[in-house]
């Protein structure tokens, strides 16, 4: 069993940054392929970026690439989604996702779920 928390979404301008965290608690979590995945308000939840339990083959949504970058601390449990040049579409709940062992984008897919962190970007 794995449990999932994010943290770090908030309230930013057009242009800024975020850094959203995923710390994971179960003894294998490291083993899995870890996303983000973001949901925006009336929208179906979409995929973000993905990579495996080594920190490789990173996968991003083509909406992101350039911006968001996604990596992780298997001594520390966590999975990081640094946020840059934020858009206001980029305005959604974030959830970070682990289970799969390789890197999909499909969010049936993934076994454990966190419960979402909020991102606003004000234009």
């Known amino acids: 069993q794995v449990q999932l928390v994010e943290s770090g979404g908030g309230l930013v301008q057009a242009g800024d940054s975020l850094r959203l965290s995923c710390a994971a608690s179960g003894r294998t979590f490291s083993s899995y392929a870890v996303g983000w995945f973001r949901q925006a308000p009336g929208k179906e939840r979409e995929f973000v970026a993905a990579n495996r339990w080594n920190g490789r083959s990173a996968s991003y949504t083509d909406s992101v690439k350039g911006r968001f970058t996604i990596s992780r601390d298997n001594a520390k449990n966590t999975v990081y989604l640094q946020m840059n040049s934020l858009k206001p579409e980029d305005t959604a709940v974030y959830y970070c996702?682990?289970?799969?062992?390789?890197?999909?984008?499909?969010?049936?897919?993934?076994?454990?779920w966190g419960q979402g962190t909020q991102v606003t970007v004000s234009s």
């Open positions: 996702a682990a289970g799969v062992t390789y890197p999909t984008g499909i969010a049936a897919e993934y076994d454990y």
